[in-house]
Nanobody, 125 residues
């Protein structure tokens, strides 16, 4: 049974930084792409960043490029999202996601099939 547990959300002022973390369990972590999505109130969930099994392929949403960095630690089953220069429009619930089928695709259209419970990020102006 795959489990993803996020942590690190909180309240931060615009221009500040946060680091989100997600620990995975239930299957061999290094075999699968993993990523982050977010959902703001009244909006659909959107892709933020994805990373393949060894970090050799990384994707970012245009809205976060240059500000957010995704990384993973396969030895400890963790994935991280370092968020810098935060803006009020980054306010959302952030979800860790893992691909379901092991295709290794970390892009927005990957087979994202497992989700964490989410962690709230609030950026005040």
């Amino acid at each position: 049974q795959v489990q993803l547990v996020e942590s690190g959300g909180g309240l931060v002022q615009a221009g500040g930084s946060l680091r989100l973390s997600c620990v995975a369990s239930g299957r061999i972590f290094s075999n699968y792409a993993i990523g982050w999505f977010r959902q703001a109130p009244g909006k659909e969930r959107e892709f933020v960043a994805g990373i393949n099994w060894n970090g050799g392929s990384i994707y970012y949403a245009d809205s976060v490029k240059g500000r957010f960095t995704i990384s993973r630690d396969n030895a400890k089953n963790w994935v991280y999202l370092q968020m810098n220069s935060l803006k009020p429009e980054d306010t959302a619930v952030y979800y860790c996601a893992q691909e379901k089928w092991g295709t290794g695709v970390a892009a927005p259209g990957g087979s994202w099939g497992y989700w964490g419970q989410g962690t709230q990020v609030t950026v005040s102006s």
